[in-house]
């Protein structure tokens, strides 16, 4: 085995030279996607399976933000409706924003790394300011991705704390197969603080249908009883 690992990082440095001068990032460039797994990642991008190692890194980032930095994790529990914010989570994540933008470095047409981090900055984390500095990031390594735009929009209603604009924004992204399901419970929360009750219900039962993440499976699953007590 670790002649097959010391074999692939050769072959990494062979074609490293070769991806740059396509314009691509460096074997370096994935390297810093930390320690944890750069190896694998530099090895994959070396042999030229750029998308493999860009689902790696998205592996990676799922699995840092889905790790408790405080000991407990309140990100996916309900939200509060007595706050006025749209729908704050717990942590911190610094390295949300830079892994993201290591893994559009690899693959600039690997949008939901940027997507996802974006709406967990804004929305989860209230750093709104972060993830609109992604989102430009983003729009740089792929201009005409339509996602980043309404993402762009959403957020900049968020921060005026406008929620009827922020849903009406994410409505359209809402339909996309690939539409992470935090912006489906994020979408949730609001159209039940606008009072759109139905439109709240028929999201948090399709989180329920259709998400593998039994954390925001548990988060619908509340907030469906929720509903179903106040008729």
């Known amino acids: 085995m670790r ?9 990494a440095g062979l074609n490293a030279g070769v991806y740059s001068l396509q ?21 994959l991008f070396g042999l030229g399976m750029r998308r493999l190692a860009a689902d790696l890194g998205l592996v990676r980032l799922l699995v840092y933000y889905g790790t408790d930095e ?5 990100r996916h529990g309900a939200p509060d409706m007595s706050q006025p914010q749209l729908y704050e989570g717990g942590g911190h994540y610094p390295e ?9 470095d690899i693959d600039p047409t690997f949008s939901y ?3 996802y981090a974006a709406g967990a900055l804004a929305f989860n984390l209230n750093r709104p300011d972060e993830a609109l500095e992604l989102l430009k990031y983003a729009l740089g390594r792929d201009p005409r991705n339509l996602q980043y735009a309404v993402y762009v929009g959403a957020i900049g209603f968020q921060r005026h704390g406008d929620a009827a604009n922020v849903v009406r924004v994410l409505e359209p992204v809402l339909a996309f197969p690939d539409c992470p399901t935090m912006i489906k419970n994020v979408a949730a929360f609001l159209y039940l ?7 709240s219900a028929a999201l948090y039962r399709e989180i329920l249908a259709t998400s593998r993440d039994e954390s925001y499976r548990r988060v619908a699953r509340r907030m469906l009883d929720e509903l179903a007590a106040r008729h």
């Open 96 to 104: 949300l924003g830079p892994r993201a933008r290591l893994i559009l």
């Open 70 to 74: 405080a000991g407990v994790d309140e």
């Open 23 to 43: 314009g691509a990032p460096s074997v370096s460039s994935a390297l810093r996607l930390r320690e944890d797994g750069a190896v694998e990642t530099a090895a």
């Open 193 to 199: 603080r606008l009072g759109r009750k139905e439109k």
């Open 113 to 115: 790394a940027a997507l």
């Open 3 to 11: 002649e097959l690992g010391l074999a692939l990082l050769l072959c």
